[in-house]
């Protein structure tokens, strides 16, 4: 009766939630991404793999599905993602480097006129840039160098006018090294006349990692260069078992997070990165951590998802 996403729009935000395309079917859950949500990402259904996983046949029926109930819900959809290190079949990463120039350009051009007019933004780049700030040194990076971040975003606005095109990553939430660099990243892409919107912060925090430092300076940094900016994939996560400490904790780290968003007029939204705790993607990928969203298996409200509510 009294949903996250009223709160947020009070305040100019969305919040919204990622999911997959075998969540939206369960019956306890369904309802609750549309009353508490605003906003949707597909968690894994636009990525390469799943648009394009054959050179050249595209595959647009999983992200269609998660479209189309955003639809249904009177929800945007921030499409997720059309350059990544990860989850790009090998058929991509064993072509040379000219061949990969003209596979990026066609994957971008093909999946971003499919979507063309429904998506509120893309992730265009995700993950470029490793923790110390220096550029990852992906397939793209190898075989390219750092000339497809720019080729990306100028393949997208070609496709799609109007989208709004986002360059993304982890642990740029606070001060530091890496955004510091994705901070010299953006400022050159602008400066080149690249064609970028927004910048996207993950969020993917840890309590035993404390809480990132200055983050609503950071975000406002890049909000001072003419951007848009957005936390895309808030979860925080902790060591099991859980606990009331380890949950009071997490409760004040998802509050500063939307502190710091509601305290920057560019900051257009957050997003979690699933909303229950049974299809998290943490213990999958961090063995022996977990408990990284508002409401647990059973979609009980945890203290998190009061200081959420709270600070909306
Ligand atoms: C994760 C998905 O949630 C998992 O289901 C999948 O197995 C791996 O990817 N950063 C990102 C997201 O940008 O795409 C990742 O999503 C989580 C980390």
Known sequence: ADPLKVHAAARGKYFGDAVDNNEITDAQYRPLIASEFSQLTPGNAMKWDSTEPT?????????????????????????????WHQQTPNWVQNLDATALRSALQNHITNVVNHYEGQLYAW???????????????????????SSYIADAFRAARAADPDVKLYINDYNTDGMGAKSNAMYTLVQSLL???????????????AIQYGFPSQMQQNLQRFADLGLDVAITELD??????????????????????????LAVTRCVGITTWGYTDK????????????????????FRQKPAYTAVHDAL
């Open 123 to 145: 992730d265009v780049v995700n993950e470029a840039l490793n923790d110390d700030g220096t550029m990852r040194n992906s397939f793209w990076y190898a075989k390219l160098g």
């Open 236 to 261: 925080v996560r902790m060591q099991l078992p859980s606990d009331s400490t380890k949950l009071a904790t997490q409760a004040t780290y998802f509050k500063n997070v939307i502190d710091a968003c």
């Open 191 to 205: 400066s080149q006349g690249v064609p970028i919107d927004g910048v996207g912060f993950q969020a993917h925090l």
């Open 279 to 298: 299809y998290s993607w943490v213990p999958n990928t961090f063995p022996g951590e977990g408990a990284a969203l508002l409401v647990d298996e059973s």
């Open 55 to 83: 050179q050249g046949q595209f595959s647009y029926t999983r992200g269609d599905e998660i479209v189309s109930l955003a639809r249904a819900n009177g929800q945007t959809v921030r499409g997720h993602t059309l350059v």
